[in-house]
Nanobody
């Protein structure tokens, strides 16, 4: 079965960096667009970034543009989210998701989800 496993979350001070990883298995990884989403307490899940199956195209939420970078390694079935200049408002559970099609910012169009990893940014 398809599994997405996130790692790399943790506690970091404002201005710091973290790199999230997502390991995918049970799917033809290079056929899937991948996305990162996040959910803060009391808020709805929101789009963060997405990358096309070959990595040629990436899109970001306005709130993270210029600070976060999504990338993938199809040889390793991995997708990453490099997060720099972190802010307290970036605190959330971060999820990776897979979609067998083109990139989209809409969470309900992703078929597979990981369990999430907590990112906490202190001020």
């Amino acid at each position: 079965q398809v599994q997405l496993v996130e790692s790399g979350g943790g506690l970091v001070q404002a201005g710091g960096s973290l790199r999230l990883s997502c390991a995918a298995s049970g799917l033809t990884f290079e056929s899937y667009a991948m996305g990162w989403f996040r959910q803060a307490p009391g808020k709805e899940r929101e789009f963060v970034a997405t990358i096309s199956w070959r990595g040629a195209t990436a899109y970001y939420a306005d709130s993270v543009q210029g600070r976060f970078t999504i990338s993938r390694d199809n040889a390793k079935n991995m997708v990453y989210l490099q997060m720099n200049s972190l802010k307290p408002e970036d605190t959330a559970v971060y999820y990776c998701a897979a979609r067998r099609s083109t990139t989209t910012v809409e969470a309900n169009k992703y078929a597979y989800w990981g369990q999430g990893t907590q990112v906490t940014v202190s001020s």
